[in-house]
């Protein structure tokens, strides 16, 4: 047995490792790849946009995920709600949750 294998060019133990590293190297490739294109870039994506909703304040003009701009009236942190005042003649106000805050308009 052993002189097929060497008659085939590999070793028992030293090509069986080298053989078996090369397979998985593309898998292991493309989650590198995977990591630092997608994963990566959306962490950071992430923690900017957690900064920036602990970052607002009353009287900020903010645009929400469905597209309503409202002035900042109230922040109740421990709900996690923020209340958005929409209308300025009617004094209409409507509460949202603080992570549908997309964008401050800054003035």
């Known amino acids: ?12 133990a030293n090509g069986a490792q080298q053989n078996m590293l090369m397979q998985f190297l593309p898998f292991i490739l493309i989650a590198v790849v ?5 994963i990566r870039p959306q962490q950071k994506k992430q923690k900017e946009h ?3 909703i602990d970052a ?13 701009k409202g002035k900042v009236v109230n922040i109740k942190k421990d709900k996690n709600i923020i209340v958005l005042r929409v ?3 009617t004094g209409t106000k409507i509460e949202f949750q603080r992570e549908v ?3 401050i308009v800054k003035q």
């Open 1 to 12: 047995m052993y002189s097929f294998l060497m008659e085939v060019g590999a070793t028992p």
């Open 50 to 52: 957690q900064a920036m």
């Open 56 to 68: 607002i304040a009353i009287n900020d003009e903010v645009f929400t995920s469905s597209g309503i």
């Open 34 to 38: 995977f990591y630092l294109f997608i």
């Open 101 to 103: 805050i997309t964008t």
């Open 87 to 89: 209308d300025d003649t």
